[in-house]
Each structure stands twice: as structure tokens, then as C-alpha cells.
């Protein structure tokens, strides 16, 4: 499977061929849905069929592989059968707000030093948790800090490493509950310039400009090392 959005997040849709269908969903050649991981929601969206009649899609998860994204079906619909020519769309305005976010917890975790233990990237908000036992960050620092990274509008990037290479480098691991992918022979390097450099199969925006001014809503005391940072952008629902 081709999973168009590795190389270029901002494809809204593309044209694809059914696999397979199963219980679990539907597989294509192609496809511009980013499947469920990495703290990350898999896309909704919809499959148009060649007679124009539009399948809703309200997840997208991994199959066997991280090559592998299932198309899940809204529960009743009618399945197209492999072989049939269909064009996937994402809901595009959902996944900008993913992406921006998404990009926005690299800046966090740039600007809290900590091993990250956990995340959630979510519609309009997400969080991470960092390892740090005698200190909890000061809020408004935080935010300052990544609205300055923001309005810097530092360039984003990505390139592919060698599993060994990276087994050379492991502090660019941070996130130790969400180990890189390694098995495939290469892992995919998300770079914001000058400020984050770690193993991501995410999707970002090019530039940290394009997220927005953002605030730190909440810092949580989750046990005696576990400090949970809830973030969100200015002006969205809380
Ligand atoms: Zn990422």
C-alpha cells in the first residue's frame, strides 16, 4: 500500500483501487488517510465510488503493518468489492487542526525537557506527559515559549534515517512509550529547524507559523513523576 501522506501531508484525496474488503474494513492500493497512531486519530472522510455514490469512512486504523490502513465504514453501508476504482477524500479541516496540534506537542517537547512518557494529539487541543520528578513547568513560560516558536515560523521537515543509525543516536529518542517503528531497515526523522529533532510517522504542517497561537490550559500532577501538560489553541472549545 501506498501511503501517499508520508510524502506529502497536504494531499486532500487521490484516486486508489479496492484490494480487499473484511470485517475490519476496506483496503486500497493508495491512500491519503493517516491510520490511527503515534498519539495521533486515524482520519474520517469518505470513499466516492465510480457512479458517484459517496461510503463514509469514520476511522482509519493499522492492519497487520504499519504499511497496512484499513478504511473503516460507517456501520451499514454497502462495501465496494475489489477491483472497484474510487477517489478517497479526507475531512481536510480535521486533519489541518490534527496536523497543526500534532506539530505543536513537538514544540512542547522541545520546550520541557523531560522524557515524554505518553500523548494525545485531539481536535482543537492535545496533551503530553514528561517524566519530571522534582519540578512542575511554570504555565505561562510554556506558553510564551512555543508562541514564540510558532511565530518564528521555523521550517518543518522529514527524512529517513537507518534503523542503525538511529540505534547509534538514541537520544533522539524522547518519547519512550511510543517506540519508532524500527524493522522496516529505516525510520522517518521529523525536523522543525533549529528546534526538534525525533523518530515520527505523524503528520505536520511545513511551518511552525501555520499553527497558531496556542495557550497551556491546564499542568496536571499524575503521580509522584508524571506531569500531564494540556494544551490548546487560543479561541477553541475547551
Ligand atoms: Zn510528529
Known amino acids: ?37 503515534g498519539g495521533q486519530p486515524g482520519d474520517v472522510g469518505r470513499l466516492v465510488l465510480a457512479d458517484g455514490s459517496a461510503l463514509e469512512i469514520v476511522d482509519a486504523v493499522k492492519g497487520a503493518s504499519h504499511e497496512d490502513v484499513v478504511h473503516v465504514p460507517k456501520p ?11 477517489t478517497a477524500e479526507i475531512d481536510w479541516d480535521r ?3 490534527l496536523m497543526r496540534m500534532h506539530t505543536c506537542l513537538h514544540l512542547l517537547s522541545a520546550v520541557i525537557k523531560g522524557d515524554v512518557t505518553g500523548g494525545q494529539v485531539s ?13 512542575t513547568p511554570d504555565k505561562e513560560f510554556v506558553t510564551r515559549e512555543i508562541n514564540r516558536l ?4 521555523h521550517l518543518v521537515g522529514s527524512r529517513w534515517i537507518s534503523d542503525a543509525e538511529l540505534a547509534a543516536q538514541p537520544e533522539l529518542v524522547r518519547t519512550m512509550s511510543v517506540k519508532p517503528p524500527m524493522g522496516s531497515g529505516k525510520v522517518r526523522l521529523l525536523n522543525i529547524e533549529g528546534v526538534d529533532l525525533q523518530p515520527c510517522g505523524g503528520t505536520h504542517v511545513a511551518r511552525t507559523g501555520e499553527i497558531g497561537p496556542i495557550e497551556i490550559t491546564k499542568i496536571e500532577n499524575k503521580g509522584k513523576m508524571n506531569r500531564r501538560v494540556n494544551i490548546a489553541f487560543v479561541g477553541a472549545a475547551q
Open 1 to 37: 500500500m501506498d501511503l501517499l501522506f508520508r510524502q506529502d501531508a497536504y494531499l486532500k484525496s487521490c484516486d486508489a483501487t479496492v484490494v480487499s474488503v473484511d470485517e475490519k474494513g476496506i483496503r486500497l492500493d493508495r491512500t491519503v488517510f493517516y491510520p490511527m497512531g
Open 76 to 86: 451499514g453501508s454497502t462495501a465496494p468489492a475489489p477491483g472497484d476504482r474510487v
Open 95 to 97: 486533519r489541518h487542526r
Open 123 to 135: 481536535d482543537g487541543k492535545g496533551r503530553l506527559d514528561f517524566n519530571l520528578p522534582d519540578q
Open 150 to 153: 510558532i511565530q518564528e515560523d
